[in-house]
């Protein structure tokens, strides 16, 4: 197995154009109102740019999951609009999803499949050839700390393991943008670093854009450039983490939970 | 056919094997009582005017259906645990489309009720059945048996997974698909049925004209005819059927 995963991938062929500049995702007073009436999202506007690490915090029912949906082009919005990568979620999903990883919250594995199997298949589905997609899998799966493991039915996998195949299958044609919903949800401590890590690596090194949705502020704090923190489908407050805590006061003496229990008005337990 | 479209049906392909009751018991009891079937009614041949005198023959096609219309509602138990697993939400993230996907998973099974109903005509040639158009009409006969088995249960419990999102619901319904059949002269001869009302139920069933196609394969030879007019129910079906089928599918988006 190699030594550093990321190195490999970056000497990976047929990668995805990475935008080194403007921004990659531009969402424009979305609004999403399911057929029973709840309205999930109610007018947000945002910006990422391309190669920013960009954070959605808020309690559950917030709307993240939402946006996080009509930004992967599972969720049609029923007002406003968003791009990513340039491509217009609603009027192009198709285009869209070639340019797009997408780890969901509720993790989506096939549990007849090996994990190695489903991130190759994942691979191939986005038009990498045989050879380079079982390259990439190895590579993935090592990454996110999916060893010998690779090689059993996913049925046999607890559920951390299930979620760090389900990032691998996101990361595996190295998208330029990366849509992570809860990505550390119900890892142990280790696992949650070492995927901090691979997120801050595939960032830093390969350019990669990514949107996160998180409960945990630490997490946050360590991987966003910048936040918004979402209540009710708005957005209650957005700036880096160090803007957000000077809000509040000295920014060493402010946590961005406090920001966030200040702007939410609501305790993590009952977010969580 | 498309690489994705094929990627996917070899994924359902390698995985039939993990899933062995479920292969075996989508054929097994077809062939039991396709023997049971056949000792219990061996009288009916003697009856004046009945197409053959081996009954196995005068059965076997009726048996390629009871292997490919309910065997195809596993299709369905597959979407509807993709669905629950939110596997499919997975896949509908990726540059693929919902025809690839739905193929993908229609032609695998589509091969595997080829194979199982293929079990099925050589037991009946084990038991001393011919085939009158020989190997090229049995391929046909299995053909037809396999799209038919697509378009009315493959349709049918596609939909109701697609709604339910519960493998199940789709289970449940599996005894509807031999009331179909049953409703049809898949083990006596329309002369044989007693009751007009039954004769007209008979008639007003698609089944009835597959199952014409694939008999006269069976005792007679190739009756371009009847092969058209089970073509035609099938495409019929299909049009009102696929298209259903389709926007369910789309439905799957919030």
């Given amino acids: ?272 | 056919m498309s690489s994705a479209t094929w990627l996917l049906t070899r994924r359902t392909l390698i995985q039939f094997p993990r899933n062995p009751m479920v292969l075996g018991f989508s054929v097994a009891p077809v062939l039991m009582m396709f023997v049971v079937f056949g000792a219990l009614f061996e009288a009916v041949k003697q009856l004046p005017g009945f197409p053959t005198d081996n009954y196995f023959e005068y059965l076997a096609p009726a048996a390629v259906l009871m292997t490919t219309v309910p065997g195809i509602a596993n299709s369905a138990v597959g979407l509807a645990t993709d669905i629950q697993s939110r596997y499919l939400h997975k896949l509908l993230t990726l540059p693929v489309s919902i025809g690839s996907i739905m193929a993908g998973r229609l032609l695998a099974d589509g091969a595997r009720l080829f194979l199982q109903a293929g079990a099925v005509l050589l037991l009946a040639i084990v038991l001393g059945a011919q085939i009158a158009s020989g190997f090229a009409g049995a391929l046909l006969m299995l053909l037809i048996g396999a799209l038919f088995g697509i378009v009315t249960f493959g349709v049918l419990t596609a939909n109701l997974a697609l709604k339910t999102k519960d493998p199940q619901a789709v289970q449940a319904i599996f005894p509807m698909a031999f009331l179909l059949i049953f409703l049809t002269t898949a083990y006596q001869t329309e002369e044989q049925v007693p009751s007009g009302v039954l004769r007209a139920v008979i008639s007003a069933n698609p089944t009835e004209y597959v199952l014409q196609a694939m008999r006269d394969l069976m005792l007679t030879g190739f009756d371009w005819g009847s092969i058209g007019l089970a073509f035609a129910v099938i495409a019929g079906l299909a049009l009102i059927g696929l298209p259903l089928t389709i926007r369910n599918y789309r439905s799957v988006y919030s």
């Avoid at chain 1, 990321?6 to 995702?25: E, F």
Wanted: include cysteine.
């Fill in chain 1, 1 to 272: 197995m190699p030594a550093d995963p990321v190195q490999l991938l970056l000497g990976s062929t047929a990668r995805n154009g990475v935008r080194a500049d403007g921004d990659a995702i531009v969402v424009d007073r979305l609004e999403k109102r399911y057929p029973n009436g709840t309205e999930a999202v109610r007018g947000i506007s945002f910006r990422v740019g391309a190669g920013e690490v960009f954070g959605l915090l808020g309690p559950n029912g917030a709307g993240k999951s939402t946006m996080m949906g009509i930004l992967g082009t599972l969720v049609r919005p029923t007002g406003g609009r968003a791009t990513v990568a340039g491509y217009d979620v609603a009027k192009a999903p198709q285009l869209v999803r070639g340019q797009i990883g997408f780890a969901m919250q509720e993790v989506g594995v096939d549990a007849l499949a090996t994990g190695r199997e489903l991130v190759v298949l994942h691979a191939r589905l986005h038009g990498l050839p045989r050879r380079e997609a079982a390259r990439r899998a190895a590579l993935v799966l090592a990454l996110v700390g999916i060893g010998d493991a690779a090689r059993r039915r996913m049925s046999e996998y607890s559920g951390g393991m299930r979620r760090r195949v389900d990032l691998a299958s996101a990361l595996v044609h190295l998208p330029p943008v990366l849509f992570l919903d809860e990505p550390t949800e119900g890892l142990d401590p280790h696992g949650r670093a070492a995927i901090w890590d691979a997120i801050e690596r595939l960032n830093q090194e390969l350019g990669m854009t990514v949107v996160l949705t998180t409960h945990y502020m630490e997490e946050a704090d360590r991987l966003c450039e910048r936040v918004a923190i979402v209540d009710r489908g708005r957005i209650v407050t957005e700036g880096t983490p160090a803007e957000l805590k000077r809000t509040l006061g000295a920014p060493h003496a402010v946590t961005l939970e406090d920001v966030y229990l200040r702007t939410t008005g609501r305790t993590l337990e009952v977010a969580a």
